[in-house]
């Protein structure tokens, strides 16, 4: 829209969403999950549609940053979601397999994606824009609660330590 002034406007915007990044906040248990889940070495990857910059000034500002060994972005993508580029450029760079994966999301196209990827999917609902369509889409593992999702995953997790 400002192809002369991009760069300023570009900045002005980004400044404006630094300063009231103030209504980004973390679901209770979030971070606490996120700690435990790196402290017992799980690689946490994170794939948002979201551009670079404004990700990482939120993630920034939740303190959650340095959590994660990798962040794609859509700035880091040709194809968006419901694609799985990004599922797959996480599960290239750290030599997984899809059925190390456990993808976490509260969208239609999560499932999608995850599914193209052929990974596993946890959906959460407790503040889903489109709660009801998650639900039609995986009926197997949509949890309500961060503690619901707490649950599974760390039962998930323990199994796998005992095998």
Known sequence: MFPDKYELVRKDYYDYYHRN??????????????????????ILGIFTGKGRTSSLITLNFLGIRELFDMI?????????????????????????????????????SDIKAAKEAGVKIASVVWDSYSAN????LNKETVFETVEELRNF?????AVKKVL
């Open 21 to 42: 990044h103030e209504i980004a906040k973390l679901y209770d248990g979030i971070k606490e999950l996120l700690f435990d889940l790196k402290k017992s070495g799980v």
């Open 72 to 108: 794609v972005t859509g700035d880091d993508v040709n194809n968006h979601k419901p694609s799985p580029e990004g599922i797959i450029k996480f599960i290239e760079t750290f030599k997984l397999k899809p059925v190390e994966v456990l993808m976490v999301g509260d969208a239609p």
């Open 133 to 136: 369509e998650v639900r039609k």
């Open 153 to 157: 995953i760390c039962g998930e997790k």
